[in-house]
């Protein structure tokens, strides 16, 4: 984690920014436009992670936007131009190195939303002051005006950068209201960056999270997402289920919090989730995984409505899985979530108690096969997943189960060996064998056939031709 009081204090870190963006600035300059640096980008800028994707505003309106990066970009976006932005893609070689930028370039702003809509209004502004106070915080409301490298910072965003904390340019009531969803972000920005939530921001979100219902399943679905995959997912779905905003976008992880009976002893889940959550992530070899990460998150949250109190003082959640598996299609569906996305996470959240019924190592062949079949595709997941379940502190409990499952994954590994051979044929089959030696059906031609599969087992494909060859040349060494 780069230091972000050093480098916030560090002048040269502040002007730091790509050929590229300078090179645009003065494009917009010599078109009589301003251009500024913004957003994400500046913000990354200085807590030292340079990132491909650049963030501009500017006074020029979208068709001047156009005029001026068609003749230069290598690629224009028009998909958001309704709402003042276009995007663009930029190749460049710098040093050798072929680098391609993603460009948004967005004219400024002006405070202007139709606070019971779904969607924010647009209405274009004519100076940067106006445009960043209606950032959502002042981290994301710094620029730097191009092509001259000049700092604007009205709202104390560095200060803040500093202190690694998230606060509103305005009140985070009036924030709030002209755009629910940055109670999301707040979340989402906090998880990403490891940052604090102002005190009174964390009170705005907890007294407004009502006000999250007008906002589209989509926008809340890239949000949910974006915390889920980022670097610390467990402070940021934390402040969603204390600040209540859980209830509306993510009700069954706030349920995970049960009531535990003094005299019915068990887990308490929705810790446990967040940690097989990290156990998971720390299992990740590709890079952040949604689908595992989603499946970690809501492999348990079919247990509230499957406890049960048995008469011997334990208790069950019978079916939780399949229970969960449910749950888990209906809410995933309701955020609107790709088809094939809820139905993997789901598949995994039914499946993620299998294993348990491995015992220490009972399992027939067939079972073995049928847990391979039923995983499918997500067969590497659901090992992640089933590994990163197991949250007791006792230690050799936690080893053996490890070692239990090692032994899983071997026997896998060891029938798919086996029925990959099972598959293996040799070059050449019976009827080529009887017409290349002119022979009819008998001994001779299971022979041959072994023959040829001992060749075929030992070198690897051999192709009809020399396959051929080698035939003939057994079966003159047989007479
Ligand atoms: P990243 O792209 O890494 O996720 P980002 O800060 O660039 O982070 P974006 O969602 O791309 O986030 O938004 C770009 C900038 O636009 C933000 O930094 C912020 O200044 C502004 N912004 C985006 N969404 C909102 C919003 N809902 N309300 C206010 N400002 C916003
Ligand atoms: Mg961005």
Redesign the pocket.
């Known amino acids: 984690m780069p230091n972000a009081n050093h480098a916030a204090q560090t002048p040269q870190a502040r002007h730091r920014v790509a050929p590229v963006a300078e090179e645009l600035g003065r494009r917009f300059s010599e078109a009589g436009f301003q251009l500024a640096l913004?957003?994400?980008?500046v913000?990354?800028t200085l807590l030292g992670r340079l990132?491909n994707?650049l963030?501009f505003t500017t006074d020029a309106r979208p068709e001047q936007v156009l005029r001026i990066l068609r003749p230069w970009a290598d690629a224009v976006w028009q998909v958001g131009i309704a709402f003042g932005t276009v995007g663009a893609r930029k190749d460049t070689r710098e040093g050798g190195v072929a680098k391609s930028f993603q460009i948004?370039v967005?004219t400024y702003r002006s405070e202007s939303y139709d606070r019971s809509s779904r969607k924010?209004e647009v209405s274009y502004g004519d100076t940067i002051e106006e445009d960043l106070v209606?950032?959502?915080?002042t981290v994301?409301?710094m620029a730097v005006a191009l092509p001259g490298v000049d700092f604007i910072d009205p709202h104390g965003g560095r200060d803040d950068l500093a202190a690694r904390v998230l606060r509103t340019p305005g009140t985070p009531e009036s924030?709030f209201s002209?755009?629910p969803?940055?109670m999301l972000?707040a979340a989402r920005?906090a998880a990403?960056l490891d940052f604090e939530v102002a005190p009174e921001v964390v009170s705005a979100m907890t007294a407004m999270a009502d006000r999250i219902g007008i906002v589209s399943a989509e926008r809340i679905r890239d949000e949910v997402n974006?915390l889920i995959l980022s670097a610390h997912p467990r402070k940021g779905l934390r402040l969603l289920v204390d600040t209540g905003l859980a209830d509306r976008v993510l009700p069954e992880l706030s349920a995970l919090r049960l009531e535990r009976d003094e005299h019915f002893r068990h887990k308490d889940v929705y810790e446990h989730t967040l940690t097989v959550l990290e156990q998971a992530i720390d299992l990740e070899t590709e890079g952040p995984d949604l689908l595992l990460r989603l499946a970690a998150l809501l492999h348990d949250i079919g247990k509230p409505r499957t406890r049960r109190f048995e008469p011997d003082g334990r208790v069950s959640f019978h079916h939780h899985e399949v229970v969960g598996a449910k749950m888990t299609k209906s809410r995933l569906t309701q955020l609107k979530y790709p088809n094939e996305q809820v139905k993997d996470v789901s598949r995994l959240v039914e499946l993620h108690l299998r294993f348990h019924g491995y015992g220490s190592g009972e399992w027939t062949d067939s079972a073995v096969r049928r847990y391979v079949r039923d995983a499918g595709p997500l067969l590497n997941r659901l090992h992640k997943l089933t590994r990163s379940d197991c949250t007791t502190r006792n230690k050799r409990k936690a080893a053996a189960l490890s070692r239990t499952y090692d032994g899983l994954e071997t026997r896998i590994a060891e029938l798919q060996e086996q029925e990959e051979l099972d598959a293996i044929r040799p070059d050449l089959d019976g009827n080529q064998i009887m017409k290349i030696l002119d022979i009819k059906p008998g001994p001779a031609v299971g022979k041959a056939y072994q023959h040829l599969l001992e060749l075929r087992l030992e070198n690897g494909p051999l192709g009809e031709e020399a396959a051929t060859v080698a035939l003939k040349e057994w079966w003159a060494a047989q007479a």
């Open positions: 913004v957003g994400g980008s913000r990354d990132g994707d963030d948004e967005t924010p209606r950032r959502d915080f994301n409301a924030s002209d755009d969803l940055r972000r920005f990403q974006k």
